[in-house]
């Protein structure tokens, strides 16, 4: 059965870091391009990360700088660094699966149209 659990989130201050987790089973994480999203209330949900299967990895220009992807293959995981984390960043962050060819994020993040698996979702709070 194929599943994806996020974790990690939580309340933080303003310039404070939080680091999510993706679990997967069923699946192998590193033959997919790997999204992570986030929906704030009352947004759209929107593309924070692609991390590819290629190694590639494209970020939002509002994180860039401040978040981080990496995988762990053996492990089946992948993890978001986010560092000097701001009230914006407020939101529920979805770990999601592509199933785009060579798992590969074609050069941008991929539209949410693309992935296939997806979790529940982890709450990130940035407050005073």
């Known amino acids: 059965q194929v599943q994806i659990v996020e974790s990690g989130g939580g309340s933080v201050q303003p310039g404070g870091s939080l680091r999510l987790s993706c679990a997967a089973s069923?699946?192998?994480?590193?033959?997919?391009?790997i999204g992570w999203f986030r929906q704030a209330p009352g947004k759209e949900r929107e593309g924070v990360i692609c991390?590819?299967?290629?190694?590639?990895?494209y970020y939002l220009d509002s994180v860039k700088g401040r978040f981080t992807v990496s995988r762990d293959n053996a492990k089946n995981t992948v993890s978001l660094q986010m560092n000097s984390l701001k009230p914006e960043d407020t939101a529920v962050y979805y770990c999601?699966?592509?199933?785009?060819?060579?798992?590969?994020?074609?050069?941008?993040?991929?539209?949410?149209?693309?992935?296939?698996?997806w979790g529940q979702g982890t709450q990130v709070t940035v407050s005073s």
């Open positions: 991390s590819g299967g290629d190694g590639r990895t």
């Open positions: 069923g699946f192998s994480l590193g033959s997919h391009a």
């Open positions: 999601e699966a592509a199933d785009s060819p060579g798992g590969s994020c074609g050069g941008q993040i991929l539209p949410e149209s693309e992935y296939v698996y």
